[in-house]
């Protein structure tokens, strides 16, 4: 990690959720059929005005290989100026390091799982729940993301 990127503590605060997607699609499912997969995907964008890193979490729960639940949420963080500043190495990318990324990304999977049970609430699906997820298995490195010029 360069050593302009080494601050030790992020100080940051959730500023916004959005519902990126949401679908319940009973025609992909099956009761009688057990067989049951899950399929998790993240991204990252930045704000680059705003001190602002977003954090995407998709989840589909599939049966045959057909998704019959889709979510997908973001949480919205600001980012304080001095943590925001060490993120920004030059001007073409923000690096967000790991360690930071993924405690962004624990939040986020716990908010998509509240969402995930609010939407599904007295519906035959709500008792498909977003089981634990080991988020340091899904960031292996720093989040590197390019900043795209404005002109």
């Known amino acids: 990690m360069d050593p302009k990127n080494s601050v030790t503590s992020v100080g940051f605060q959730l500023k916004r959720i959005t519902t990126?997607?949401?679908?319940?699609?009973?025609?992909?499912y099956d009761n009688k059929n057990q067989e049951i997969s899950m399929g998790i995907g993240l991204n990252f964008s930045v704000d680059i005005e705003n001190n602002v890193v977003a954090?995407?979490?998709?989840?589909?729960?599939?049966?045959q290989k057909s998704p019959?639940?889709?979510?997908?949420?973001?949480?919205?963080?600001?980012?304080?100026?001095?943590?925001?500043?060490?993120?920004?190495?030059?001007?073409?990318?923000?690096?967000?390091?790991k360690g930071f990324a993924t405690h962004l990304l624990v939040l986020t999977i716990g908010t998509i799982?509240?969402?995930?049970h609010g939407k599904t609430e007295n519906t035959e699906f709500n008792n498909f729940i977003l089981p634990t997820v080991n988020a340091t298995e899904l960031i292996n490195s720093d989040?590197?993301?390019?900043?795209?010029?404005?002109?």
């Open 20 to 28: 990126e997607q949401f679908a319940i699609l009973p025609e992909s």
């Open 68 to 97: 019959f639940i889709i979510v997908e949420i973001a949480n919205h963080f600001y980012i304080e100026e001095v943590a925001w500043n060490s993120f920004c190495l030059d001007t073409e990318k923000v690096v967000i390091p």
């Open 113 to 116: 799982r509240g969402v995930l």
């Open 143 to 151: 989040i590197e993301l390019s900043i795209k010029s404005q002109s």
């Open 55 to 63: 954090v995407f979490v998709k989840v589909q729960f599939e049966q």
